[in-house]
């Protein structure tokens, strides 16, 4: 997707080798222009899907995804993040190690909002081992729902995160393909990767 390609390009702040803040348009500020754009290509991109649900985490995941939502014309859910539950038995949870704060937290669904008959498209902002994507995945599974996408905003394709989500068979599309954020500066996979399938 070149205008998000664009706008990683422009205000894109790259920390280290490893990590990318977006926060000006993504992370803090949201920019409401580019999160429809993003739903609309999730949306084109997923229709044939039979979607019933989207699926994201708390909080980055919430902007594109409740636009992905929207467009698609299904609820949305995000999975809470819990440091301490004493009342369990009403949720789906599952441990999700996050490569940000490198922590695990615990993190919920309330099983009224997901179930066997739903075919769950998951939406995060960031893929990069695969984690957050994984652990959604179990929750919705969880439930006896179908995984029918995941769908990332923008992907560090030097991660091994698109390679574990395609091993465990599910269909992964991502916005922007990051090749590596080498010397300060960050470098796209060439292809055009909202138009073509990842499995192929
Ligand atoms: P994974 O679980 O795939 O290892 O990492 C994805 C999660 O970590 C996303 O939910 C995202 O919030 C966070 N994350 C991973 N890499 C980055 C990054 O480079 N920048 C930002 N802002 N978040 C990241």
Redesign the pocket.
């Known amino acids: 997707m070149k205008q998000l390609e664009q706008k990683i390009l422009d205000e894109g702040i790259v920390?280290g080798e490893?990590?990318?803040?977006?926060?000006s348009f993504?992370?803090h500020q949201v920019d409401p222009q580019l999160m429809h754009s993003i739903g609309q290509t999730f949306a084109k991109l997923f229709e044939a899907e039979g979607i019933t649900k989207v699926l994201t985490?708390e909080s980055?995941?919430i902007a594109p995804a409740v636009m992905a939502a929207l467009l698609l014309q299904v609820p949305l859910i995000f999975a809470r993040k819990r440091k301490s539950l004493t009342l369990k038995d009403d949720l789906y949870t599952e441990k999700?190690?996050?490569?940000?704060k490198q922590e695990e937290s615990e993190v919920t669904v309330s099983r009224k909002f997901l179930n066997a008959e739903d075919r769950v498209l998951i939406i995060?902002?960031?893929?990069?081992?695969?984690?957050?994507?994984?652990?959604l995945a179990c929750i919705a599974e969880q439930a006896g729902a179908v995984v029918a996408g995941i769908g990332i905003v923008?992907e560090?394709a030097f991660?091994p995160?698109r390679d574990v989500l395609i091993q465990q068979g599910y269909r992964v599309h991502s916005l922007a393909r990051v090749a590596s954020l080498s010397g300060g500066k960050v470098a796209f996979v060439a292809e055009p990767v909202a138009q073509a399938s990842s499995n192929d």
């Open positions: 920390l490893n990590v990318l803040k977006v926060d993504l992370n985490l980055s995941g999700i190690y996050s490569f940000t995060d902002d960031f893929l990069a081992n695969g984690d957050a994507a994984l652990g923008i560090k991660q995160g």
